[in-house]
């Protein structure tokens, strides 16, 4: 069955309170199309899971900006001054985790495990609020998986059964992110009929997205 929807299908399903992930690094593979429809819609405390918050007018900063977000796990702010004055103004809920890190819990989330063991972060404000467990004569951050409501994906090409590839590194955290959501919405440069790709082309499988856009 096609999962290839019309835009406002997708849109429709945003709503206020929602954990949502978003692929993208510095704006480079996030859907566009599918923040500005969150923007559109005006939906409000969102907890946002991304590597950061790109740009003020890119990616997940429109949302930031907006003032739409009520919290953002991320790796890092600083592309993104608006970001840092909420964050300073205590108008916005900021968790930073190492970037390594944010893609393993986002991967365990995916993978119905219960936590990664990781050094890093030991002896940082990082380790603040969380487990340390050791073994041997080195400490370990118990660091646990995060999942969504919706992950948002861009994908150069899929197919109408929702078969994904990314082009080079705009893949980055979207892979990931389809694996740790209840709803998986992609948002696809070029869509192509079930059969087209390249088997060893395929980065995300179709078992993991439910709803496909043309961007």
Known sequence: MSKIKQYEEAVALFADGQTIMIGGF???????????????????????????????????????????????????????????????????????????????????????????????????????????????DKAYLLELPLKADIALIKAWRADTVGNLVYRRAARNFNPLMAMAAEMVIVEAEEIVEAGSLDPDEIMTPGIFVDMIIRG
């Open 26 to 136: 510095l704006g480079t593979g996030t859907p566009e199309s599918l923040v500005d429809g969150l923007v559109a819609r005006g939906v409000k405390n969102l907890n946002i899971i991304a590597n950061d918050t790109a740009f003020p007018e890119q990616g997940v900063g429109k949302l930031i900006t907006n003032k739409q977000a009520a919290k953002v796990i991320v790796s890092h702010i600083g592309t993104n001054p608006e970001t840092g004055r909420q964050f300073n103004q205590q108008e916005l809920d900021v968790e930073f985790s190492p970037q390594g890190t944010l893609a393993e819990r986002i991967r365990c989330g995916g993978s119905g495990l219960g936590g990664v063991l990781t050094p890093t972060g030991v002896g940082t404000v990082v380790e603040q609020g969380k487990e340390k467990i050791v073994r041997g």
